[in-house]
């Protein structure tokens, strides 16, 4: 069975750091594209980047948005993939999914998501 | 605003079809990424519908099916059912903004 579990989320205040992590197990992971998308409350879904396999230098994209604050990271030795986010601002306020994408280049779908975990950005 | 364009919202009776589009431009989907569905059931994981324009994953019923023309994507419901209450979110990969983007997400009611 495919799980996706994501945890190390909460409460931070603007400014601050988090690190969310995502454990997987049922596929190959190490051969796996891993995204992260996250859903503000009320808001629709929003890619946040991803980190691609070993073959392909576990190259990162990022969108716009938070470039430059959010690094992802993986152990494939581990099965889990990361997301470091720093200089945190409010509107990251929200639900943190990974997902697997199905192929490693632009076009496949996520195939596997996690649940979620949820990020508060206040004071 | 999203880069994919969605209806907000769509309804319908029971055993009704209804159907969700999904616009985009020549940098996404006018470019031949292929779009995919995905359903998101109040308090629950997103679950992949429909893939590459209309493929269905294993287990997903054959009342969901998807097609794509030119900027343009849509998803169909038949057969209504109370189930199917839901959002649903289109997405692609927009090559001027080397980034995966999703529509901005339809409610479907079920009358």
């Known amino acids: 069975e495919v799980q996706l579990v994501e945890s190390g989320g909460g409460l931070v205040q603007p400014g601050g750091s988090l690190k969310l992590s995502c454990a997987a197990s049922?596929?190959?992971?190490?051969?796996?594209?891993m995204h992260w998308v996250r859903q503000a409350s009320g808001k629709g879904l929003e890619w946040v980047g991803r980190?691609?396999?070993?073959?392909?230098?576990?190259?990162?994209a990022y969108d716009a948005s938070v470039k430059g604050r959010f690094t992802i990271s993986r152990d494939d030795s581990k099965n889990t993939a990361y997301l470091q986010m720093n200089s945190l601002k409010t509107e990251d306020t929200a639900v943190y999914y990974c997902?697997?994408?199905?192929?490693?280049?632009?076009?496949?779908?996520?195939?596997?998501w996690g649940q979620g975990t949820l990020v508060t950005v206040s004071s | 605003q999203s880069v994919l364009t969605q209806p907000p919202s769509v309804s319908g009776a029971p055993g009704q079809r209804v159907t969700i589009s999904c616009t985009g431009n020549n940098s996404n989907i006018g470019t031949g990424y292929d779009v995919h569905w995905y359903q998101l059931l109040p308090g629950t994981a997103p679950k992949l519908l429909i893939y590459g324009n209309n493929n269905r994953p294993s287990g997903v019923p054959d009342r969901f099916s998807g097609s794509k023309s030119g900027t343009s994507a849509s998803l169909a419901i038949t057969g209504l059912q109370a189930e199917d209450e839901a959002d649903y979110y289109c997405q692609s990969y927009d090559s001027s903004l080397s980034s995966w983007v999703f529509g901005g997400g339809t409610k479907l009611t079920v009358l």
């Open positions: 980190i691609r396999s070993k073959a392909n230098s576990y190259a990162t």
């Open positions: 049922g596929f190959t992971f190490s051969g796996s594209a």
């Open positions: 997902t697997r994408q199905r192929g490693d280049s632009s076009s496949p779908p996520f195939d596997y």
